[in-house]
């Protein structure tokens, strides 16, 4: 809803018509987000219903759920410093993808472990 919009509403209707337009503009957001909803979830239920589909699909909300796990397995914080960026350092140079920093050193040059 633009600035443009409202003003032309305003210059076209009563004012009591304008202030029941515009405070029905939110309702209206509501039922279309919800509309919405339930049409994404009868999609849902068709895809899920298909042979494989639910099994693809749970594949991959576990293996999401485990890369995130790890990636936060690793965070850094004020006693371990920069945990998630050493490891990754060290897996590089481990399989000799880079040569710029020694292994164990993370990115400010600090030991790592």
């Known amino acids: 809803m633009s600035l443009s919009t409202i003003r032309e509403k305003a210059a076209k209707s009563s004012p009591k018509e304008f202030v029941i337009w515009y405070l029905r503009q939110p309702f209206v957001m509501i039922v279309w987000f919800m509309e919405t909803f339930a049409k994404n979830r009868d999609r849902m239920k068709n ?67």
């Not at 965070?75 to 590089?92: F, I, K, P, Q, T």
């Open 47 to 113: 895809l899920m219903a298909r042979d494989g589909a639910a099994s693809v699909l749970k594949t991959l909300v576990i293996a999401t759920f485990l890369v995130w796990l790890g990636v936060f397995a690793f965070l850094a914080n004020e006693e371990s410093g920069d945990r998630l960026s050493c490891a990754v350092m060290d897996l590089l140079n481990q399989g000799g993808l880079i040569d710029e920093k020694p292994a164990g050193t993370g990115g400010s040059g600090q030991a790592c472990f």
